[in-house]
Every structure is written in C-alpha cells, then in structure tokens.
C-alpha cells in the first residue's frame, strides 16, 4: 500500500525568502503525486500534480516540485514566499492502474515571519 | 464545469445520536467518490472511497458508514456518534485511476 512522509510538522521562513517542503513517498510501482495547500477551515485546493513525464512540474502561486525517483522524493518550492502562502501543505500519492486511493501525508504547517 | 457541494458546514451534535453529512457532485459523471477525515496533528485520513453507485471501500474500521445511492451522491453515517468522532470532513471527487481529486469545502463534526 502507498504512504506519504511529511518530515516536518512545522516550518517557519521570513517572507521573501525561499522554501522547500519536503514529501517522501512509498510505493511500489508508478505513483500520480500531488501538493495541495489549506487555508484555515477551508478545503483543498491543488497546487500541482504529477503523473508522467518532465520531472519538474510547476503549480499555482509560483509553486514547484520535483520528483525524484531514486530518492522516493516529491518536494516542493518557492523561491520567494509572501505572507499569503501561510497555510497548511499536504503532498499525496495516488495508485496508477491498481486502486483509486489517493494518500495524504500529516501535513507541514507554514508560518511566514514578517 | 464540476462542482462539488458538501453540508451541512458545521453541526454539534451529542453523544449517540446519529449523524449524516451529504455530499454531492455536478457537471461530471460516474465519479470517484471520497470521504476524508482531518484531525489536528493527524493529516487527512481516508474514511471511504467509491468508484460507483453502491460500491464502498472502507479504509478505517470505525463507527462510521458511507453510502452511494446515486451516482454524485456520497453519504456518511452513524448511528451513535462517539466524542472520538469529532472533527473536519471532507468531501472529494476525480476521475479514473488516480486522477487529480477535488474537495469540497468541508464539514465541521463537534460531538459534545
């Protein structure tokens, strides 16, 4: 079965400088993986997603990610981060051709200082 | 294009009593379905998926059911609701194998 690692439960960056969440993933075969981000009391929304294809995939609100397969690696980046992007970060993992499931890890909370 | 409507937004409710929260798709069909489950400092947990009408995978032995007596309605359940059952429910939608999911707004669960 898939799972999501999501190392750091809190981050705290001074806005404007950069920033990368880290995600690790366990699956056995060909993962979709996705960032989703979370506002206080409100849903998810999708930041990016990967299926196939270039490594590098870019997002919304000037978000990135790469995945790295070597290192069952998903992490994602911002290279200038604004007080708005304080938020919740989920990365998930869903199953290619196997199941529907879609895992999401413990989240990293982003604090941004001022 | 979709949309996915989820209610009631907030509900307190007590002990033992029953619960039933409703979600509901639009502007796509036979839809996979889910009910996730936030609860601080635990992430989303995965409650129940559906990939059509009157098929449900449970993923977390617990207090709760879910049904899908059409094809973009999802329900949850209970009969007798635990203080442990408290929490954020969400509502999420996508396609086929492992597509992108869409969440709706949510539903806080406060069992007193």
Known sequence: AQSVTQPDIHITVSEGASLELRCNYSYGATPYLFWYVQSPGQGLQLLLKYFSGDTLVQGIKGFEAEFKRSQSSFNLRKPSVHWSDAAEYFCAVGALGRDDKIIFGKGTRLHILP | ?112
């Open chain 2, 1 to 112: 294009s979709q949309t996915i409507h989820q209610w009631p937004a907030t509900l307190v409710q007590p002990v033992g009593s029953p619960l039933s929260l409703e979600c509901t798709v639009e502007g796509t069909s036979n839809p996979n379905l889910y009910w996730y489950r936030q609860a601080a400092g635990r992430g989303l947990q995965l409650l129940f998926y559906s990939v059509g009408i009157g098929q449900i995978s449970s993923e977390v032995p617990q207090n709760l059911s879910a049904s899908r007596p059409q094809d973009r309605q999802f329900i949850l359940s209970s009969k007798k609701l635990l203080l442990s059952d408290s929490g954020f429910y969400l509502c999420a939608w996508g396609g086929q194998a492992g597509n992108t999911i869409y969440f709706g707004e949510g539903s806080w669960l406060t069992v007193v």
